[in-house]
């Protein structure tokens, strides 16, 4: 018989690794949770849950483990997926944005044509911990005329507030620390 999975359990599925990628920064890692049969379907499901019922029109997962997420929680939502990726690694005309990280600087891009006015956006990623690389994000929709209806994370690390960082204020998150 199959073990059945719920929100609740997924924070003993949760790794804590000390140090990594830098001394003082503890990394949250999600690979055992995706090793476990069925965990990424419910997690999925519950991170789309709270967006059954809005009037999103696209979903975008932010490179790397949003891409784990995002397509998932798309097919949930019978929308379409679409990357917010590094640079250099998306093709035609690209808006980018650079930000701040825990432990450094990095940028994100999408492709200009990918949405525009009218479009409202699902953002999605693993965690959200200062809220630098959710917001970069959400200032590329923006840019490109589209809203940022919410976003969706599995983890989030409360005592950064980074969900103070975004403008918008549907954020929902399956599992706090």
């Known amino acids: 018989m199959k073990e059945q999975l719920d929100p609740e359990s997924f924070k003993n599925l949760i790794g804590a690794v000390r140090d990594f990628p830098q001394p003082g920064i503890t990394f949250r890692d999600i690979t055992p949770l995706l090793r476990k049969p069925g965990a990424l379907k419910t997690a999925s499901a519950a991170m789309a849950s709270e967006f059954t019922t809005s009037s999103i029109t696209h979903v975008m997962g932010i490179e790397s483990?949003?891409?784990?997420?995002?397509?998932?929680?798309?097919?949930?939502?019978?929308?379409?997926?679409?990357?917010?990726?590094?640079?250099?690694?998306?093709?035609?005309?690209?808006?980018?944005?650079?930000?701040?990280?825990?432990?450094?600087?990095?940028?994100?891009?999408?492709?200009?044509?990918?949405?525009?006015?009218g479009d409202r956006v699902l953002l999605v990623d693993d965690v959200l911990a200062t809220g630098g690389t959710l917001s970069a994000a959400e200032r590329l929709v923006v840019a490109t005329g589209a809203e940022v209806a919410g976003v969706t994370v599995l983890i989030e690390l409360d005592f950064l507030k980074g969900r103070e960082q975004l403008g918008v204020r549907h954020v929902v998150a399956v599992i706090h620390y």
């Open 65 to 117: 483990r949003g891409f784990l997420f995002g397509p998932a929680i798309a097919d949930q939502l019978n929308l379409g997926f679409s990357p917010i990726r590094k640079p250099g690694k998306l093709p035609g005309k690209t808006i980018s944005e650079t930000y701040s990280l825990e432990y450094g600087t990095d940028s994100l891009e999408i492709q200009a044509d990918i949405i525009g006015p």
